[in-house]
């Protein structure tokens, strides 16, 4: 996200109080048994009232059969206000899905969320607030219980947990000592996602450009002079076309030798429309300009945002780890099988939305089809970041100053599903800068139990972009 948008910051969490009466939905009149039965297994289960996030609505089907809601209307209090959900869309059972009602009407501090059959007067489901969402409104258990303030988590479960979003960050594990990592301003605004590859930094700039930095000598990093990275380069879509709003890069096992994987969350060029794909692109030829070899646009797959509110981070986890740490696949409902998916990197792509905080992850093909394994809440507000450290086999959540810069790890359970394992503030000697980057160094560069991890701040403040810490090993 730009630096140009204006901050957001959340209030303190008051977790599951309650917002307002449930608005009582008795057996649905007029429609048939069997399809009544059907329709009272939708339940309106998450709504988002920020505005400067989204208005979303997010229904859940608590049954057992998968559920036809096309033409379904969702409103707020006003019965003038009509979002007409679209033809094709189903609900299979304990699917979620958000619907982005901005477009149509605005919910507002005092208002409601109804469901109604797409005859648009036979109500299956509403519920009613008296204050904005801070973040959500999300009903605990999902589908069947009271709502209440939570984390973000549209398109995946609620955060149930009384210790999920609002858990008490301890120290960071690591020196509370910051210092800067670049020349003053060489980057500007708008540096975002990192990632280190041995004694090479890559960035991801918003603007459309992936820069590659070498050390600089004194324990920073500077653009590498050579093969026409000195300014960066520009990156295009596929076909040469376009300019990828790019937010986050990450590299499978092949290293840069099997390409560079950058999100995205919009077109520059048409900066009003969501575009949430990850591009490869081969970073070997020289010029300064790069054209993605693949797109894999996942924007049809996830729930609506913002334009400048989706893909913000990405990280790629080896098939060896899934499988050998049990990890369930979301689209069986058993463990995470790779022979199942033919030819791909021999991994899967993590990507975090930074609108709902919520983590997906995805199976990218070869041959440019993609499927999605994992839908779960990094249990932050907004996503800025995902980094996975094998040394320590945990995935990073990475929040900027929309949550005073925490830090959240996430791991394998018995159940096969990530996560929290840790909550983390940021450095004691780190103002609350509005870091989109964070990559820590590899197990190579332990000295003495500690080890390096960069941030990136996307505000430039005080003309640095770059900062270096401390972690533990």
Known sequence: MTASIARRRRRGLTRFLVAGPLLTVGALTGVPAAHAAAADDIRVNEVVTTGDVNDSIELYNKGTATIDVSGWILKDDDNSSKYKIASGTTLAPGAYRAFDVHGKFGLGSDDEARLYLADGTTLVDGFAWSGHSDPSWSRCPDGTGAFGEAALTLGAPNDCDTGGGGATPVAWPGSGTVATADASDVFGEDLSGLYQEGSVLWGAQNSGKLWRLVRDGSGGWTPDTSGGWSSGKTLRFPGGSGSPDSEGVTFTGSGSDGGAFVASERNGD?????????????????????????????????????????????????????????????????????????????????????????????????????????????????????????QAARLWAVCDDTCDGLHRTLKVDASGTFTTSAVYGRPSGMPDYNNEGFAPAGSDECVAGSKPVYWSDDSNDGGHALRKGTITC
Request: net charge negative.
């Open 270 to 390: 048409a900066s009003g429309t969501s575009r949430l794909s990850v591009l490869r692109y081969d970073v070997t030829p020289g010029g300064s300009t790069l054209t993605s070899s693949r797109e894999w646009n996942l924007t049809s797959d996830l729930p609506s945002t913002g334009s400048n509110l989706g893909l913000e981070g990405i990280t790629w986890i080896p098939d060896t780890y899934l499988s050998g740490a049990g990890f369930k696949d979301a689209t069986t409902g058993s463990a995470y099988d790779p022979a199942r998916y033919g030819a791909h990197s021999g991994g899967v792509f993590f990507v975090g939305v930074e609108g709902t905080g919520t983590i997906y992850g995805y199976v990218l093909a070869d041959s440019g089809a993609y499927t999605r394994v994992a839908s779960l809440s990094s249990g932050l507000s907004a996503v800025m970041e995902l980094q996975w450290e094998p």
